[in-house]
């Protein structure tokens, strides 16, 4: 007879997220180390990883980034979701191959696809390679040199045929703290003198997703990776793993001996960046965050950070920077009590010391009342 599994109740699965993704306290790890135990840290916006390790990391500071991905240690390609991530230089071979058919996916979706149709993308492949051997090339360079070749064809599609059909990396100063550029490729295995990995199973990756985000289902699973039919390599793994079941009766998978906190554990105030895969690694993200305060998100100006209390989402924070000025606005979607202000202040203190070093910094807390009296008036407080 199988023995139920054991139900995890939303706290239960928040505080093992929190632990495996460094939020319950930061620690003292290699940068390296960081980006290889969370499968890569999302980049889209160049400066995002560098809150989220500050965020995971004591006594993180941008030049132990910047020399990961100078040195070649550490490189920005899309692989999960088809999303630029930032990841290892061995992640990098071995992460691309797995998740290549959500690449090839993408590039015939929609528009695209159309002005793609019936052109020899291997060709544009083997043509925009010969390219990049050469030098790297930034997508507008990169799509004009492909064109001569391919006058009827839109350039930038041409380009995104390459960026999707080969891995490209996009090189520094790109994503750099200290100084940036437009996005300027060249292929992983050029820039880091090592061919691509040759198993695309993706057992492994899988696994290494559960002890980032479990426990998680196969949905889940799949939502982080893009990748489809995740839940015939759960069972081919079933035997080395654990299962749960959510409130719902949902199952779940997880490393047997992965961290799995107390409900109750306290959780500290986290400022998070735009896009971190703490709050987008799951189909269902009740764990961490609720479906109306993750439309909250979402604004006329484009993406609010998520701001973390008591280890959900509790309120949404911008920079914003005036000449020799910063203020760092919160605006909370949760009543705060006169305690979890004061640690939000003390928290985005520290953050201005590293997104705002050498301006005048003020701190603006918009609440909604105590949480004891959610929703009964608001007020602000600010502080200098």
């Not at 990396?169 to 295995?189: D, F, M, N």
């Not at 001996?257 to 690694?281: E, H, T």
């Not at 189909?283 to 280890?311: E, F, K, N, Q, Y």
């Not at 009296?373 to 600010?382: L, Q």
Request: proline content about 6%.
């Amino acid at each position: 007879m199988t023995r139920a599994a054991e139900v995890l109740d939303q706290r239960a699965l928040n505080r093992a997220l929190l632990a495996r993704q460094m939020l319950l306290a930061r620690r003292r790890i290699g940068v390296g180390a960081v980006l290889e135990q969370l499968v890569g840290l999302q980049a889209q916006v160049p400066t995002d990883p560098y809150i989220g390790l500050w965020s995971r990391v004591a006594g993180f500071a941008p030049e132990q980034l910047e020399r990961l991905i100078s040195g070649r240690k550490a490189v920005r390609i899309a692989v999960m979701r088809s999303t630029i991530h930032l990841v290892s230089a061995a992640d990098c071979l071995a992460l691309r191959p797995v998740v290549q058919s959500v690449i090839d996916r993408e590039l015939l979706i929609g528009s695209r696809g159309r002005q793609l149709a019936g052109l020899d993308l291997a060709a544009v492949v083997r043509a925009g390679r010969a390219i990049l051997d050469r030098a790297p090339r930034t997508p507008r360079q990169l799509g004009a040199l492909l064109r001569e070749r391919w006058p009827d064809r839109d350039a930038p599609a041409l380009a995104y045929v390459l960026r999707c059909g080969a891995p490209l990396v996009q090189v520094p100063p790109r994503g750099l703290w200290t100084s940036s550029s437009q996005t300027t490729y060249a292929t992983a295995e050029t820039w880091l003198g090592r061919p691509l990995a040759t198993d695309a199973a993706p057992d492994a990756m899988v696994l290494r997703y559960l002890a980032a985000f479990g426990p998680a289902s196969a949905r889940d699973a799949e939502a982080w990776s893009g990748l489809r039919r995740l839940g015939e390599v759960l069972e081919r793994l079933r035997p080395r793993l654990r299962r749960f079941a959510d409130q719902r009766g949902r199952e779940l998978f997880d490393l047997p001996r992965a961290p799995r906190p107390s409900g109750d554990q306290p959780a500290p105030v986290r400022f998070l960046p735009s896009y971190d895969n703490a709050l987008l690694g799951h189909a269902d993200r009740s764990r961490i965050v609720s479906d109306d305060h993750r439309r909250r998100i979402m604004t006329a100006g484009g993406v609010a950070a998520p701001l973390l209390v008591d280890g959900f989402m509790g309120g949404t924070w911008r920079l914003s920077r005036r000449k020799q000025a910063a203020v760092l606005r919160v605006e909370a979607l949760i009543g705060l009590s006169a305690a979890e202000v004061r640690e939000v202040e003390g928290e985005a203190e520290r953050l201005l010391q590293l997104l705002a070093p050498g301006r005048s910094r003020d701190i603006a807390v918009v609440r909604r009342g105590r949480r004891a009296a959610a929703g009964a008036g608001g007020g602000a407080t600010s502080r200098r």
